[in-house]
């Protein structure tokens, strides 16, 4: 599996959008004795489904989608993500949990309050985007707007707006049906920008797409989180996406969430036994980023050498330590955090570095930078390797499997 993660910052806010403790989703006869009951509660799935009938999607889950970030849910068929991200906007009633938008309780809105919620504030992107067949381009892309009881002339020139925003100008007069399926999920993009929504949730909405098309399309979502810092819920199944687009990843399984983290978290230190087996084909090096192999630089090391950021992957640290034939520093704003050298880049690779590195080199990092003194933090910073920005995908690798899951 040939993986391209865009280098990536992690959101600068900590603030949640969405709110959720505790939710429970389960289907079937008097569901929510099952959360109110501990010993039904612990039941596998398989076990509560024969004593009870009833299937438990979503099992105590809690999590905060940040302001900003593309927050993944991922899992197996079945696993509940379509289950949970539907919770959020009471498309299906949770059985028991709260959930909140922005501090308001979701679960205590009104009929007038969720209508608000979903076409304002939260708006869904489909995998079969429910396009109108007898309504052109510009006017599907409109529709949202107009439900929200935006004048006509207002709403077509948004819509334009949008239509050219995600690559379809010229098109705008075309029926879904004389469209690409690339094309009519643009559209349902654009239809869902429209509204300028506060969070767009998206459930699955390439996995129909051909792999080029799909690609364009995960560029076009990683280009509107890093240019215009949108929130996203984004669900999927398949793993290499997941790590493209993830700045946090939701990993489910049964119901549950087994492991809630960066990219690097999962893959790095990988919560169980599953989560390990799942990640197992990624190549490292290219989600891991240089923290993991960093070591203090020694006086002499801090003076020359290339330069990386601390957000590099090992992968283009490994490219520039191969280049200059010596360590490279990771620099920080001017100030030397660190070196890592071929043997610790290629321990990453290999799976030998210890999973909690980058913890340890966190700490290495501020002992370092105290042990050097100022001259480390003045040290200037030749040619720094340029990270790759969010979006920004090198060329196709061969994925030897694309569904990874
Ligand atoms: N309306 C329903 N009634 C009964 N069971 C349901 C209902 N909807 C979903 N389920 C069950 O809940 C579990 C989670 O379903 P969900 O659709 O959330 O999974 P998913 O992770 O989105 O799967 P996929 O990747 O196939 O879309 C499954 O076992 C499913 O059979
Ligand atoms: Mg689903």
Redesign the pocket.
């Known amino acids: 599996m040939t993986l391209t993660v865009p280098t990536r910052k992690p959101p600068t806010t900590t603030e949640p959008v969405f709110s959720v403790s505790g939710l429970w989703k389960v289907?079937g006869p008097k569901p929510e004795r099952i959360p109110a009951d501990p010993g039904l509660a612990a039941l596998d799935p398989a076990e509560l489904r024969a004593r009870t009938g009833c299937?438990a999607?979503v099992r105590d889950v809690s999590f905060d989608v940040r302001k900003g970030e593309v927050f993944v849910v991922m899992?197996l068929?079945?696993?509940?993500?379509?289950?949970l991200v539907r919770c959020l906007t009471r498309l299906i009633e949770p059985t028991a949990g709260t959930i909140s938008i922005d501090g308001e309780d979701v679960r205590a809105m009104d009929r007038t309050r969720l209508r608000e919620l979903r076409r304002h504030r939260a708006a869904m992107v489909f995998q079969h985007f429910g396009l109108l067949p007898h309504r052109t381009v510009l006017d599907n892309v409109a529709y949202g707007l107009e439900i929200q009881g935006v004048g006509r002339s207002e709403r077509r020139e948004r819509a334009a707006e949008f239509v050219a925003k995600v690559g379809l100008e010229g098109m705008e007069k075309r029926r879904p049906a004389q469209l690409s399926g690339g094309q009519r999920q643009r559209v349902g993009l654009a239809r869902a920008l429209a509204v300028d929504p506060e969070v767009l949730l998206f459930d699955?909405p390439f996995s129909a797409l051909d792999p080029l098309i799909r690609r364009d399309m995960q560029e076009e979502v990683a280009r509107l989180h890093s240019e215009e810092g949108r929130t996203m819920v984004f669900i999927t199944?398949d793993l290499s996406e997941a790590l493209k687009l993830g700045d946090r990843i939701a990993l489910m399984r049964d119901g549950r969430v087994v492991q809630l983290g960066t990219p690097e978290e999962i893959v790095g230190s990988p919560a169980d036994d599953y989560v390990r087996e799942f990640v197992r084909d990624v190549p490292r090096e290219q989600v891991m980023t240089v923290g993991t192999a960093m070591r203090p630089a020694s006086a002499a090391e801090t003076a020359g050498g290339p330069a990386v950021r601390p957000e590099a992957t090992v992968a283009e640290a490994i490219e520039a330590v191969a280049r200059a034939g010596t360590p490279a520093r990771v620099m920080d704003k001017g100030r030397c955090l660190g070196v890592v050298d071929s043997d610790a880049l290629l321990g990453v690779v290999a799976g030998t570095a210890p999973a909690d590195a980058a913890a340890t080199a966190a700490t290495d990092d501020a002992a370092a930078v105290a042990a050097s003194g100022p001259a480390a933090g003045a040290a200037p910073v030749p040619e720094e390797a340029a990270p790759r920005r969010r979006g920004q995908a090198g060329p196709p690798g061969p994925r030897t499997s694309p569904e990874a899951v």
Do not use: M
Request: hydrophobic share 15%; no cysteine; glycine share 24%.
């Open positions: 289907f299937t999607a899992g068929s079945g696993s509940g993500k379509s289950t699955e199944h």
